[in-house]
DNA sequence: ACTAGCACCTGATCGC
DNA sequence: TGCGATCAGGTGCTAG
């Protein structure tokens, strides 16, 4: 569920609070929150201390006074919340661990988000190091990741929501940014100009942008900020959640179809059915 | 090497 | 009221 600008705003609340701080305590309350292999690795990192908290795309991590990272990974519904210690424990509470006067506690009620100790090397962890920048890092390179998305041969949709290909780009943002650019979802790669490409690149990062100023997208409270706050970007959905409804550009009725088991949502207006690749 | 399809979960909502 | 189908912000494995 949480996007680059949910996952960063996080990686923000978290800097904030537990920089600095030591973990005293670890409880692992679901097997499921992190691989069977690194409960005990886990729970290892008692005594660590937050040296910084790092993210690419949808991943986070914190590095600590030790060569391992804790990385974690929302998925579809997790999240991190600073509590105190008082504060009665969630119904999906996941992992608990112990900073003192707070908690850290990760929260995840479909179970698709998870906590693992990873090496880190280059300064990004294992599992990091197959994930392409997102358009906010600092290694972001423009002309590679058009060259990446040129190489693909999919509809782009498929290419946006492809982390290796750029991150950070999710199922609300992929429909945003290419509602943006005027560009049919089911798009085939191979039909796309680079100066196209470079367009729905820059579309992505201007509406992540905007999403982050405003603290990300949150439909209910299974994205919240770390002291349980909501963002405010779906008021300023063009399309996503909006079947039925008028384009704000064109008035056309908005649609949503499905395709490669997910919802996208378009304006068949301004984002026409791509014609079919001639031949010859 | 690459792409497409589905598995992995819990819970809310909608139509019958 | 109940029950099945469908939907939900993501990734990872595997068959082809």
């Known amino acids: 569920m949480p996007e680059l600008p949910e996952v960063e705003t996080v990686r923000r609340g978290l800097a904030e609070h537990i920089i600095g701080k030591k973990f005293k305590d670890i409880e692992v309350r679901h097997h499921r929150a992190t691989s069977p292999k690194s409960i005990a690795a886990l729970t290892s990192l008692k005594g660590a201390r937050v040296v910084e908290v790092s993210r690419r795309g949808k991943f ?3 590095n600590l006074d030790r060569p391992e990272v804790l990385v974690g990974h929302l998925g579809m519904s997790g999240q991190l ?3 105190p210690k008082s504060a009665a424990d969630e ?7 112990d900073l003192g006067k707070h908690e850290l506690r990760f929260i995840d009620q479909r179970t698709f988000g998870w906590l693992s100790v990873e090496e880190s090397k280059g300064g990004f962890p294992t599992c990091v190091q197959r994930i392409a920048p997102d358009p906010f890092d600092a290694e972001f390179n423009l002309a ?7 190489k693909k041969k999919t509809e ?9 290909v750029m991150s950070g780009v999710g199922n609300i943002y992929a429909d945003e940014a290419l509602w943006r650019s005027k560009i049919h979802p089911e798009t085939r790669t191979e039909n796309m100009r680079s100066t196209k490409i470079q367009n729905l690149i820059e579309s992505a990062t201007e509406v992540m942008s905007q999403a982050l100023k405003v603290g990300g997208t949150s439909f209910d409270d299974l994205y919240v ?5 909501s963002g405010y970007f779906e008021r300023f959905l063009a399309v996503y959640g909006q079947e039925g409804e008028g384009c704000l550009r064109c008035g056309g009725q908005i649609r949503r179809i499905t395709f490669a088991n997910r919802s996208s949502h378009f304006c068949p207006k301004c984002q026409p ?3 079919a690749k001639r031949n010859h």
Do not use: C, M, Y
């Open 156 to 164: 782009i949709k498929r290419a946006l929501l492809d982390q290796s």
């Open 91 to 97: 119904r999906h509470l996941r992992v608990r661990i």
């Open 273 to 275: 059915t791509p014609r």
């Open 81 to 83: 919340l600073i509590q």
């Open 60 to 62: 986070l991590w914190l």
């Open 225 to 229: 900020n770390v002291n349980g706050e």
């Open 144 to 150: 590679e990741t058009i060259s990446r998305f040129a």
